[in-house]
C-alpha cells in the first residue's frame, strides 16, 4: 500500500458525459500528479500540482481539468467524454515535486460507453 | 524528444534464475531514473532509483546500472521468484525538460516466471 488513495475503483459512464476523479496523497506529500494509462499510449503524465497551484502540464485535453484542495487531496474532472478517454487513470504524489519518487495509487479504471 | 524506451516488450525467465530488463533513454542530461513494477490491475510500485552520478545501485534483490556513455539503464531481479511476474516501467524524470516532476515512462516489459 503506497498510502496514496482514489476514488471511485471503477467508473462506466456514457459518452459525453463528465466525471470527476478523487485521489489523496501520501502523509506529508505535497505535490499530486495525475497520469493516464492507455493500451496504446502507455503511462502519459497529465498535469502536476504543488501545494495548490498547477506546477506542469502534459497532454492534458482541454476537456480535463483538475484541481488540489486546501487539504492537499486532488480532483481530475474529465467532461464530454469520448470512447477514447477510456482508460486508467492513476494519481501519484511525492513530498516536494522536485525530482524525487512518485508513489501511486491504486487507479480509477474508466469505461466510457 | 522525450522518449524512454524499452528493448524487449516480453521476457520469460524460470523460477530461480536471475532476470535482466533493459531501457534506453533519449536524453543525455536525464539526470533520475525509477524503476516501477506493476501487477495486474494494480498501480506502478516503485522498485528503485538511481541518480545520475552513480553507475549502480542495489536493493533487495534488485540491482539497477546505469551506463550514461550509451544511455542505457538496466534492473536486475536475482533468484526471480513467481512473484516477481509484472510488468516492468523505467522511468526518467521530466525536470530536465523544465516541466516539473513529470515522469516519462517506457512502454514496460512484461515479466513471466515460469515454475
Known amino acids: 500500500d503506497s498510502g496514496v488513495t482514489q476514488t471511485p475503483k471503477h467508473l462506466i459512464t456514457a459518452t459525453g458525459q463528465r466525471v470527476t476523479l478523487r485521489c489523496s496523497p501520501r502523509?506529508?506529500?505535497?505535490?499530486v500528479y495525475w497520469y493516464q494509462q492507455s493500451l496504446d499510449q502507455g503511462l502519459q503524465f497529465l498535469i502536476q500540482?504543488?501545494?495548490?497551484?498547477?506546477?506542469a502540464k502534459g497532454n492534458i485535453l482541454e476537456r480535463f481539468s483538475a484541481q488540489q484542495f486546501p487539504d492537499l487531496h486532488s480532483e481530475l474532472n474529465l467532461s464530454s467524454l469520448e470512447l477514447g478517454d477510456s482508460a486508467l487513470y492513476f494519481c501519484?504524489?511525492?513530498?516536494?515535486?522536485?525530482?524525487?519518487?512518485?508513489?501511486f495509487g491504486p487507479g480509477t479504471r474508466l469505461l466510457v460507453l | 524528444g522525450e522518449s524512454v524506451g524499452l528493448h524487449l516488450p516480453t521476457l520469460s525467465v524460470q523460477e530461480g534464475d536471475n532476470s535482466i530488463i533493459n531501457c534506453a533513454y533519449s536524453?543525455?542530461?536525464?539526470?533520475?531514473f525509477i524503476w516501477y513494477k506493476q501487477e495486474s490491475g494494480k498501480g506502478p510500485q516503485f522498485i528503485i532509483d538511481?541518480?545520475?552520478?552513480?553507475d549502480k545501485r542495489q536493493g533487495q534483490r534488485v540491482t539497477v546500472l546505469l551506463n550514461k556513455t550509451v544511455k542505457h539503464l538496466s534492473l536486475q531481479i536475482a533468484a526471480t521468484q513467481p512473484g516477481d511476474s509484472a510488468v516492468y516501467f523505467c522511468?526518467?524524470?521530466?525536470?530536465?525538460?523544465?516541466?516539473?516532476?513529470?515522469?516519462?515512462f517506457g512502454q514496460g516489459t512484461e515479466l513471466s516466471v515460469k515454475p
Open positions: 522511468a526518467e524524470n521530466g525536470m530536465i525538460y523544465n516541466q516539473g516532476g513529470k515522469l516519462i
Open positions: 502523509s506529508g506529500d505535497l505535490s
Open positions: 538511481i541518480r545520475s552520478n552513480m
Open positions: 501519484a504524489s511525492s513530498p516536494s515535486g522536485m525530482g524525487e519518487t512518485q508513489y
Open positions: 536524453n543525455s542530461a536525464s539526470d533520475y
Open positions: 500540482y504543488y501545494n495548490g497551484e498547477e506546477r
